[in-house]
């Protein structure tokens, strides 16, 4: 089997598009490695995400010819039907940005997955507006939609008037360096490397005003404990410099207070571990239910902003809170009592079995291979 992709977002940027389609591919060629993964992109550009994935020996990057001049026309119309027709590709996968529009009508075996259904992330209402007006037309002809979650399955359903019985939920899974092991005395180590207390709440994301920190800095003045600090982990921002560092003056917290600009990819596991807890603020973007299945998985306490969403990915596995009082009044319960918190973590790690690579890659090749059967019994 062949698969192709629309590939643009996943090589050239760095958003939940790009992380989600990485992740896809790496459970794709991992588990099924005997299948070829095509990548589709208009631009051939250069960069860490790409090299990554020739890594993979099933997975493969096309580009239009040199010849064509407009590379976007190639990419939304005819040109890239060709090219997959020409390359022996049984399934084409779009993902966010739409399918291209010469695959309506030809019977051509597609699949279409939103992280966003309504681009609530897109830049401006014009931007939100077309990239709605595609997604609309690529459901129309798509042989399968695909939704992260049963919410946004029927924000799906419901905002582009679809059969539900062509819309399925495929979870994304946890990334696969939350399974590494960590020797006991690289902890000590990392501590002195990147200078962290001795307890601490793990936060990492975007230092923004929509990441709610501002609760979470609450949250860590109510704790009982009042020896726990919170280490945020982002680049500093405006709203960082000029909200966040005077709400922690405000509310004397400013000694419990760290930041950290990077810390190396492959200590994130240890780091997270390390902590009491990791919090997650906001709970309405697929970046955050990402970090939530994936510190799950590192084996760290998570404590959460309450939503359908949120206890859809986490399950018994995370303390979820409505507002900052209920979260600290949660979370110290579970830190006093051991086994409580012991409790929450297994069931974490329990649930975290949900969001494996190998679930997800037979979710989405059971899909692919639907969608072919159905094209030869129509052609027949």
């Known amino acids: 089997m062949v698969v192709g992709y629309g590939g643009r977002k996943i090589i050239m940027e760095n958003n939940d598009t790009s992380y989600y389609g990485r992740i896809l591919i790496k459970a794709l060629a991992t588990n099924y490695p005997d299948n070829y993964y095509i990548l589709y992109s208009p631009e051939n550009e250069s960069n860490k995400r790409l090299t990554a994935l020739f890594n993979e020996d099933s997975v493969r990057v096309k580009f239009p010819r040199n010849h064509i001049h407009n590379k976007n026309r190639w990419y939304t119309n005819n040109g890239i039907v060709r090219s997959a027709k020409a390359h022996g590709v049984n399934t084409f996968h779009g993902i ?8 309506n009508g030809s019977n051509f075996p597609t699949v279409f997955t939103m992280t966003d259904p309504l681009y609530k992330s897109a830049k401006g209402w014009f931007e939100r507006m077309l990239m709605q007006r595609r997604a609309r037309k690529a459901c129309k002809f798509a042989k399968r939609v695909i939704a992260l979650n049963e919410v946004d399955r029927q924000v799906i359903i419901d905002h582009y008037h679809l059969n539900p019985d062509n819309v399925e939920v495929v979870y994304p899974c ?29 936060y990492k994301g975007r230092l923004n005003s929509d990441d709610n920190l501002k609760e979470a800095m609450q949250l860590l003045h109510e704790l009982r404990n009042h ?23 405000d509310l004397h917290i400013f000694h419990r207070f760290k930041q950290v600009d990077k810390v190396h990819h492959a200590d994130l596991t240890a780091v997270a571990r390390m902590a009491k807890a990791v919090i997650i603020p906001n709970t309405d973007r697929m970046r955050d239910l990402c970090k939530l299945i994936n510190a799950q998985r590192t084996g760290a306490l998570v404590i959460c902003k ?14 979820y809170y409505n507002d900052f009082h209920e979260g600290a009044d949660l ?33 989405m090749i059971h899909i692919y291979r639907s969608v072919l059967m159905h094209r030869r019994l129509y052609e027949q």
Do not use: W
């Open 306 to 319: 309450d939503s359908a969403k949120a206890r859809e990915f986490g399950g018994n596995g995370a303390i």
């Open 331 to 363: 979370l110290s319960d579970v830190l006093e009592d051991e086994n409580k918190r012991q409790a929450m973590l297994n069931a974490a790690r329990e649930n975290s079995e949900r969001f494996t690579g190998k679930v997800l890659a037979d979710h």
């Open 96 to 103: 966010d940005d739409g399918l291209a529009s010469g695959f």
């Open 174 to 202: 946890f990334f696969e360096g939350c399974d590494e092991s960590v020797p006991e005395n690289m902890f000590d180590i990392l501590r002195s490397k990147y200078h962290l207390p001795e307890n601490f709440i793990l």
């Open 227 to 249: 020896k726990i600090s919170i280490v945020m982990l982002g680049y500093r921002t405006d709203h960082f410099d000029n909200v966040i560092k005077e709400q922690a003056h």
